[in-house]
């Protein structure tokens, strides 16, 4: 039920705002609700050029770059099937070093095939050492379809353009070109470049250009991409830099820049408009709609076929990437900002400290309203119009700021904020769409949500999608990968690994260990896994569900003898951490957040995944505020059917970290007795790969004597007896 914050005159308003008493109850009426009309579908557009036959399930978007003339030549395939490639007596066996023939990776490789050349839809489960990569790149390649590939992140977008698609057009040269298609922000930008060089940008931008000047010149002479990342610096200093001389697309010019005619990122969109296969990743997948909606012109071209991998990233991907809030914890810290960077310069602007005082009580007043309408029970739907004297507050102190940022004091940072928000209530407004309201631990969110199937953005009824992913199912199933991604009619197909878990891989949940819920319960949990680290030969990678619980452990991992502790923290270079942890022998890894998944380490750098507790979303997390929203609509439980099936292929994913290559061999440490207490934990169990469980010292010290990773000269009493 959608509900109505009351507010009458704007004197009322005022008179709430400035704690003076009120003499009028009459409600502000909100605008009539009605649904969002539905995004427009694309019209198909003429190819100029060359005679092609273009299939009638195919509708392409209008040209965004006019002066750019399409021309859909497919380059001619290998008159060879993947079954043929990948076989014994196949090109790859020949010269591909170390090339092996896996029946899983053929398997899935036919598929995939079939799907492009069908125009199917499914989703395929390949877990890890199946090959999944190549079994997608290649019958990508062969084809004659036009394809999208998607994948996780930039590191995995680098790894298969670098890595398999090389090795690839090595052994088969004849193979069609692979374009690659990067976000806005990667690209350098000349005109950012410019400001920074006149000292038009705020900070230290013409100070950071100064100090590599001799680095930018010749690359600049040299860079055919103009992509940021091969600047030839440090990772952090790239990061710093990157800053600077890059743009967002949302603050990109686009025709109306100088530079236009020169752009980087310009020139990789026609490449990609032109491009029969296009190699991008899920933040440019999904961005794509947005940009179209703001009449920036399609960023990706019409195709026959997305092939998505990591495909398991995109439920929550989706929801964060369509969902704006306004947080009250965020706006409480907003405000002290202002008033720390505002404070002695106000003599101008003596109308700022008011008003974000009255912002304050403001916002409590909403908050206060929406508790008496049953907040408290659950999430609600509120009018957009509903807001709008918090929208028309925000706009002055927009204003208030802007006068004080021009003349003294660098507000780039809460500007920026200040008109999300102000952009957020504007369009849903403007929509006479709703807004969502939830109270968590006592603080108010307002969400603004685009939960709908967002696969309009490529006209999906239009286009075949091949999901893949090692993780796409829970209980045996792909339902709630399909649930939550609206989709229906998928072919779906788990293929199964070839590493040997059963005999070369065991789960241990210590017995003796406190629930999470316990006050001791990280100490216990630290304490435990440094008594392993003794007995263990090899690397150890301790996943935390937060950087909260990462920092609670640290001071008693840091007391760890004999062995090197690495910590991910915001800010540190990922990848350097990474080659640290292969090359320092024995070491600890402590991290959190992307380390759970994406990462290949091999051999005896890796012989230990330690898992604090089941991976669940935080209940104050934009995700669970839209499952619940969602789950109401469906009449259908938040915690059993969204946030178990999250945590359980969370968990997945971290426990995937340790078995790398057939040769490899390990212990998955899990600190979590929920997993063995309560009714759910069956569901996680049921989902991690057929290894051994133990609760039992002896029953581990048993089995790293068997696979040859006991520590040399390490003492045997932890493992002596049982707990009691």
């Known amino acids: 039920m959608m509900i109505s914050l009351t507010w009458g005159s704007r004197r009322r308003i005022a008179r709430l705002i400035s704690g003076k008493p009120s003499t009028s109850n009459q409600p502000l009426s909100s605008p009539p609700m009605r649904r969002p009309s539905p995004p427009a579908r694309m019209m198909p557009v003429m190819f100029v050029g060359f005679d092609i036959q273009v299939p009638p399930c195919v509708t392409l978007r209008p040209n965004p770059w006019p002066c750019v003339q399409y021309t859909r030549v497919v380059m001619p395939a290998l008159n060879q099937s993947v079954e043929e490639c990948l076989s014994a007596t196949g090109p790859l066996a020949g010269d591909w070093p170390g090339y092996r023939v896996r029946e899983e990776q053929v398997q899935l490789a036919v598929e995939v095939e079939k799907g492009l050349a069908e125009g199917l839809s499914m989703a395929l489960e390949a877990s890890t050492g199946t090959g999944k990569t190549l079994s997608y790149l290649l019958p990508a390649l062969l084809s004659r379809r036009r394809v999208i590939l998607s994948v996780g992140n930039l590191t995995l977008q680098d790894h298969l353009w670098l890595g398999e698609y090389q090795k690839l057009r090595t052994v088969l040269p004849q193979l069609r070109q692979l374009t690659v298609l990067k976000g806005c922000d990667n690209y350098f930008c000349h005109h950012r470049f410019q400001l920074a060089r006149e000292g038009r940008l705020p900070g230290q931008g013409q100070t950071l250009v100064h100090q590599f000047w001799a680095e930018l010149s010749a690359w600049l002479i040299q860079t055919r991409s103009g992509e940021i990342q091969t600047l030839p610096l440090a990772a952090d200093q790239i990061s710093e830099l990157s800053a600077v001389v890059t743009l967002g697309a949302d603050q990109c010019l686009g025709h109306r820049c100088s530079h236009f005619a020169d752009c980087y990122f310009q020139k990789a969109r026609q490449q990609a408009a032109q491009a029969d296969l296009l190699l991008i990743n899920h933040t440019l997948l999904l961005s794509d709609q947005r940009l179209f909606e703001k009449g920036m012109g399609a960023l990706l071209p019409a195709v026959d076929c997305v092939i998505v991998d990591e495909a398991h990233q995109l439920p929550e991907l989706l929801i964060r990437r369509n969902t704006e809030t306004i947080e009250e914890y965020r706006l409480q810290r907003w405000i002290q900002a202002v008033r720390r960077q505002t404070n002695g310069h106000l003599a101008l602007f003596p109308a700022l400290p008011v008003l974000l005082s009255q912002l304050e009580k403001l916002w409590q007043l909403i908050r206060h309203q929406l508790q008496q309408q049953g907040l408290d029970q659950g999430v609600k739907t509120v009018a957009a119009g509903s807001f709008k004297p918090l929208e028309e ?215 230990c995944v330690a898992i604090d507790k089941l991976p669940f979303a935080a209940p104050d997390d934009v995700v669970s505020l839209a499952w619940k929203y969602k789950a109401g609509l469906e009449q259908s439980s938040v915690f059993s059917d969204y946030m178990v099936p999250h945590a359980v292929t969370r968990l997945r994913q971290g426990v995937g970290r340790l078995l790398r290559a057939t040769d490899d061999c390990g212990l998955v440490m899990l600190g979590d007795r929920r997993v063995l207490k309560k009714t759910y934990g069956i569901r996680f169990l049921q989902s991690l790969p057929p290894m051994p469980l133990t609760e039992s010292e002896a029953e581990v010290a048993a089995f790293l004597s068997r696979m040859g990773i006991t520590r040399k000269g390490a003492s045997n009493e932890f493992f002596s007896t049982e707990k009691n």
């Open 393 to 607: 507050l925000l706009l002055r102190l927009r204003e208030q700021l802007s006068g004080l940022h021009v003349s003294a004091v660098d507000l780039t940072r809460e500007l920026r904020q200040l008109t999300q928000w102000i952009e957020l209530l504007q369009q849903a407004r403007g929509d006479e769409s709703v807004l969502y309201c939830d109270l968590v631990e006592g603080q108010l969110k307002i969400v603004a949500a685009r939960l709908q199937n967002p696969f309009t953005s490529l006209n999906s009824d239009a286009v075949a999608w091949i999901f893949l992913s090692a993780t796409l199912t829970v209980d045996g199933c792909f339902e709630y990968f399909t649930r939550s991604l609206e989709l229906s009619g998928l072919q779906t197909r788990r293929y199964h690994s070839a590493m040997d878990y059963e005999q070369r891989a065991m789960l241990w949940v210590p017995a003796d260990l406190p629930l999470p819920s316990a006050e001791d319960f990280f100490e216990a949990w630290t304490s435990r896994l440094l008594h392993l680290a003794q007995q263990l030969d090899g690397g150890i990678l301790a996943l935390f569900s937060s950087h909260q619980a990462l920092q609670a452990s640290l001071p008693l991992m840091q007391e760890c003898s004999g062995r090197t502790v690495l910590v991910y923290e915001p800010g540190v270079n990922r990848h350097r951490l990474l080659q640290q942890f292969r090359q320092q022998a024995n070491s600890i890894l402590l991290a959190t957040g992307s380390f759970w998944e994406g990462i290949d380490v091999q051999g005896a750098a890796l012989r």
